[in-house]
């Protein structure tokens, strides 16, 4: 992250955690993401050195850390290169915010302590087939019946949705997504927990991207839940995903610039060592220029994403700059993986060059988390209209 | 039982080392620092026992300037309860054996009974110091440590002979063991740990704190003098053998036995 804002503290952290992401994921990225797998166990070795808690309450084992401190760890799992490694690791970074922001004590203890002890594995599931911008227009039902509740429908494209031991998952006990009026009312969270008869998960889901992570389908056919698993109440679903917005958005917004600055750290390199008529390919103006380039935007968004940050951490209200620095550093990463890939030539659409991977797995950044469209919308709403 | 840690902070193993200048040595400016990575498994090594309950107290010494606050902090933030820097203008310049007599002092003035190093700091590779301060102590000394049981009284350490074989060597403490990769898997800073380590002082102390005598150490004392500092010489270029299978197998074979030497 940007220095400006870090003090000790972030810089002990980040070398840290840099160094368990060099001799625990940089050294297997390549096959772990030819592999569209990484090992389970990582999770567990993940929270052993502490990366899983950092930014959590001490209650259930985190480390209080402010916002930079799970930024500088976010941009050292990607600089793993294994963005799907990275992803799936942090599976708990959606899930458990609203279980923390809805939930009681003893659900802090019983589905969050596990996670981030490293024994269980959490993931999100709001997203469906007929639904994923627009969440008020999910259709899976959770019917009150006695001391359960019972779930009907299905989740689609679920981070770590076919190792999570447990899934929180969107529900409607109420309201009608075809009736304008209550689309909006009785979305409910739920924590389903894997082996619960009536739920399934599908095939793993081939992507562009992001392969070592596992994405999934989520079915549930008359998967009936305890009332205990419901989250803050009937209808208090929005107020809970909303407790992901600005750190989602921020995580991808460094993820976004890790990413970025990867493709141009490999694109100097590469124009040192490569010749073309008799000159490296930084003999080349257009080439300097290019690298130029790439950098400036890197350094841009990585700086406002920064800024919002700090200003997060101030408490102030960021909820349209967020949505800006998200899309600025979708902005640039997709500027500078590309220019990468055409640095490269050839070589840059080899599957054993990084920045062909870099140039697939950045294309999510600006999709997921809310795409591109959906953050302009609350830059318009929260920010440019009265 | 208290146990120290020599801790030397050492430039990162991926750094690329120039010469300075042929008196000075090598250009440390640009270096990143790190801890020596075989201390990393005598740190390891103490922190087990400290959560085992056999020690109770883990120090680290460090001899250096400020500069080196930040390696000492690490340790500390992995787990150590203590650390002292050691430092004094009468230390510059000190060879093996005078930061030796450094630290044999600093391990009797903090009352530690075990002492762990690494087998070798991988700047210089002299593999010196620990040895050097069981000798001054009068204390056994076990070195290339890879697996190490310890009780109250004695410790029972292993290490490769060569050849596939292994030495067993039982010491009675006090005692130094030097640590060789392959002892243990040294744990991560956490930030839980960071935060904790910024409550932790690190104590600086001088040759009169320790008792050292300051003429027995520094660079007026040193029996090892650097005279020059030069690159190692390029890597010969490779050769490629001529003419058919035949003739190239004789060739490699007559290169390999009367060239190279190695068969
Ligand atoms: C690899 C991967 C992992 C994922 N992980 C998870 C997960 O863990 N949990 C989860 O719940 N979901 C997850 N998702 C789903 C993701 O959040 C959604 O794909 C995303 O929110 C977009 O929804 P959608 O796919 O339904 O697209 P749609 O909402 O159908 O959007 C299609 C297009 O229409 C545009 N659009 C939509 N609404 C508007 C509007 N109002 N104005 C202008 N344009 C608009 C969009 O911007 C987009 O360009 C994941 C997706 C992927 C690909």
């Given at each position: 992250m940007l220095?400006?804002?870090?003090?000790?503290?972030?810089?002990?952290?980040?070398?840290?955690?840099?160094?368990?992401?060099?001799?625990?994921?940089?050294?297997?990225?390549?096959?772990?993401?030819?592999?569209?797998?990484?090992?389970?166990?990582?999770?567990?070795?993940?929270?052993?050195?502490?990366?899983?808690?950092?930014?959590?309450?001490?209650?259930?084992?985190?480390?209080?850390?402010?916002?930079?401190?799970?930024?500088?760890?976010?941009e050292?799992?990607i600089?793993?290169?294994?963005?799907?490694?990275?992803?799936?690791?942090?599976?708990?970074?959606?899930?458990?915010?609203?279980?923390?922001?809805?939930?009681?004590?003893?659900?802090?203890?019983?589905?969050?302590?596990?996670?981030?002890?490293?024994?269980?594995?959490?993931?999100?599931?709001?997203?469906?087939?007929?639904?994923?911008?627009?969440?008020?227009?999910?259709?899976?039902?959770?019917?009150?019946?006695?001391?359960?509740?019972?779930?009907?429908?299905?989740?689609?494209?679920?981070?770590?949705?076919?190792?999570?031991?447990?899934?929180?998952?969107?529900?409607?006990?109420?309201?009608?997504?075809?009736?304008?009026?209550?689309?909006?009312?009785?979305?409910?969270?739920?924590?389903?927990?894997?082996?619960?008869?009536?739920?399934?998960?599908?095939?793993?889901?081939?992507?562009?991207?992001?392969?070592?992570?596992?994405?999934?389908?989520?079915?549930?056919?008359?998967?009936?839940?305890?009332?205990?698993?419901?989250?803050?109440?009937?209808?208090?679903?929005?107020?809970?995903?909303?407790?992901?917005?600005?750190?989602?958005?921020?995580?991808?917004g460094v993820s976004a610039v890790a990413t970025a600055r990867m493709a141009l750290e490999d694109s100097r390199?590469?124009?040192?060592?490569?010749?073309?008529?008799?000159?490296?390919?930084?003999?080349?103006?257009?080439?300097?220029?290019r690298l130029a380039e790439m950098a400036a935007r890197e350094a841009g968004a990585r700086a406002f994403v920064a800024?919002?940050?700090?200003?997060?951490?101030?408490?102030?209200?960021?909820?349209?700059?967020?949505?800006?620095?998200?899309?600025m550093a979708c902005d640039a990463c997709a500027f500078v993986t590309d220019a990468a890939?055409?640095?490269?030539?050839?070589?840059?659409?080899?599957?054993?060059?990084?920045?062909?991977?870099l140039?697939?797995?950045q294309?999510?950044y600006?999709?997921?988390?809310?795409?591109?469209?959906?953050?302009?919308?609350?830059?318009?709403?929260?920010?440019?209209?009265? | 039982?208290?146990?120290?840690?020599?801790?030397?902070?050492?430039?990162?193993?991926?750094?690329?080392?120039?010469?300075?200048?042929?008196?000075?040595?090598?250009?440390?400016?640009?270096?990143?620092?790190?801890?020596?990575?075989?201390?990393?498994?005598?740190?390891?090594?103490?922190?087990?026992?400290?959560?085992?309950?056999?020690?109770?107290?883990?120090?680290?010494?460090?001899?250096?300037?400020?500069?080196?606050?930040?390696?000492?902090?690490?340790?500390?933030?992995?787990?150590?309860?203590?650390?002292?820097?050691?430092?004094?203008?009468?230390?510059?310049?000190?060879?093996?054996?005078?930061?030796?007599?450094?630290?044999?002092?600093?391990?009797?003035?903090?009352?530690?009974?075990?002492?762990?190093?690494?087998?070798?700091?991988?700047?210089?590779?002299?593999?010196?110091?620990?040895?050097?301060?069981?000798?001054?102590?009068?204390?056994?000394?076990?070195?290339?440590?890879?697996?190490?049981?310890?009780?109250?009284?004695?410790?029972?350490?292993?290490?490769?002979?060569?050849?596939?074989?292994?030495?067993?060597?039982?010491?009675?403490?006090?005692?130094?063991?030097?640590?060789?990769?392959?002892?243990?898997?040294?744990?991560?800073?956490?930030?839980?740990?960071?935060?904790?380590?910024?409550?932790?002082?690190?104590?600086?102390?001088?040759?009169?704190?320790?008792?050292?005598?300051?003429?027995?150490?520094?660079?007026?004392?040193?029996?090892?003098?650097?005279?020059?500092?030069?690159?190692?010489?390029?890597?010969?270029?490779?050769?490629?053998?001529?003419?058919?299978?035949?003739?190239?197998?004789?060739?490699?074979?007559?290169?390999?036995?009367?060239?190279?030497?190695?068969?």
């Amino acid at each position: 992250m940007l220095d400006l804002f870090l003090d000790e503290t972030h810089h002990a952290l980040r070398d840290s955690a840099q160094a368990w992401v060099d001799r625990h994921i940089a050294p297997h990225a390549a096959q772990w993401e030819a592999d569209k797998h990484f090992p389970r166990e990582l999770h567990r070795a993940a929270a052993e050195a502490g990366l899983v808690g950092v930014t959590y309450p001490e209650a259930v084992g985190g480390a209080e850390g402010d916002v930079f401190h799970g930024l500088v760890v976010a941009e050292a799992l990607i600089r793993g290169g294994s963005v799907g490694t990275a992803m799936g690791l942090g599976s708990h970074a959606i899930s458990l915010p609203p279980i923390l922001a809805l939930g009681t004590p003893e659900q802090h203890q019983r589905f969050v302590a596990p996670v981030i002890r490293g024994e269980k594995v959490s993931c999100l599931a709001v997203t469906e087939p007929a639904a994923g911008s627009d969440v008020a227009g999910i259709r899976t039902r959770a019917v009150r019946d006695g001391d359960s509740y019972v779930i009907d429908g299905s989740k689609t494209f679920i981070t770590s949705g076919l190792r999570a031991d447990l899934a929180v998952v969107a529900a409607r006990t109420g309201g009608d997504p075809d009736d304008a009026a209550t689309r909006h009312d009785g979305i409910s969270l739920f924590v389903v927990e894997k082996g619960t008869p009536g739920f399934q998960t599908g095939r793993a889901l081939q992507k562009m991207g992001w392969h070592a992570s596992d994405t999934a389908e989520l079915f549930f056919e008359g998967c009936r839940v305890p009332a205990e698993n419901l989250l803050g109440g009937e209808g208090a679903g929005f107020l809970g995903l909303m407790a992901n917005f600005v750190s989602e958005r921020l995580l991808l917004g460094v993820s976004a610039v890790a990413t970025a600055r990867m493709a141009l750290e490999d694109s100097r390199r590469y124009c040192g060592e490569r010749s073309a008529f008799r000159r490296p390919l930084h003999g080349f103006q257009v080439t300097r220029h290019r690298l130029a380039e790439m950098a400036a935007r890197e350094a841009g968004a990585r700086a406002f994403v920064a800024t919002v940050a700090e200003r997060h951490r101030r408490g102030e209200d960021v909820a349209a700059d967020v949505a800006m620095a998200k899309n600025m550093a979708c902005d640039a990463c997709a500027f500078v993986t590309d220019a990468a890939v055409q640095l490269h030539g050839g070589m840059g659409y080899m599957a054993e060059c990084r920045v062909e991977r870099l140039f697939r797995d950045q294309r999510l950044y600006s999709i997921g988390g809310g795409t591109t469209e959906v953050m302009n919308e609350i830059i318009w709403r929260r920010g440019l209209a009265d | 039982m208290k146990i120290g840690v020599l801790l030397k902070q050492v430039p990162a193993s991926d750094s690329r080392i120039k010469i300075a200048d042929p008196q000075r040595g090598v250009a440390l400016d640009d270096v990143k620092w790190e801890i020596n990575p075989y201390d990393e498994f005598a740190l390891e090594a103490a922190l087990a026992l400290l959560d085992a309950k056999v020690a109770s107290d883990v120090v680290l010494l460090t001899v250096g300037g400020a500069d080196t606050e930040q390696r000492i902090r690490d340790g500390l933030a992995r787990g150590a309860t203590a650390a002292v820097r050691l430092d004094d203008a009468a230390f510059g310049g000190s060879d093996c054996l005078g930061v030796s007599r450094i630290l044999a002092a600093a391990v009797k003035a903090e009352g530690i009974t075990l002492v762990f190093a690494g087998k070798q700091a991988i700047d210089g590779d002299n593999a010196q110091v620990p040895a050097m301060v069981a000798e001054l102590l009068g204390w056994g000394y076990v070195g290339e440590v890879d697996q190490l049981e310890v009780t109250g009284a004695g410790a029972k350490a292993w290490r490769a002979a060569g050849g596939g074989a292994r030495d067993v060597v039982e010491v009675g403490l006090p005692a130094v063991i030097g640590c060789d990769k392959g002892l243990n898997q040294p744990r991560y800073a956490s930030l839980k740990g960071i935060m904790m380590a910024k409550r932790k002082k690190i104590d600086v102390k001088g040759a009169g704190a320790i008792g050292v005598d300051a003429g027995s150490v520094g660079a007026s004392a040193a029996l090892v003098s650097e005279t020059n500092w030069g690159e190692p010489p390029a890597r010969p270029p490779g050769r490629v053998l001529q003419g058919d299978d035949a003739a190239r197998v004789k060739a490699l074979v007559a290169a390999l036995r009367d060239e190279v030497k190695v068969i």
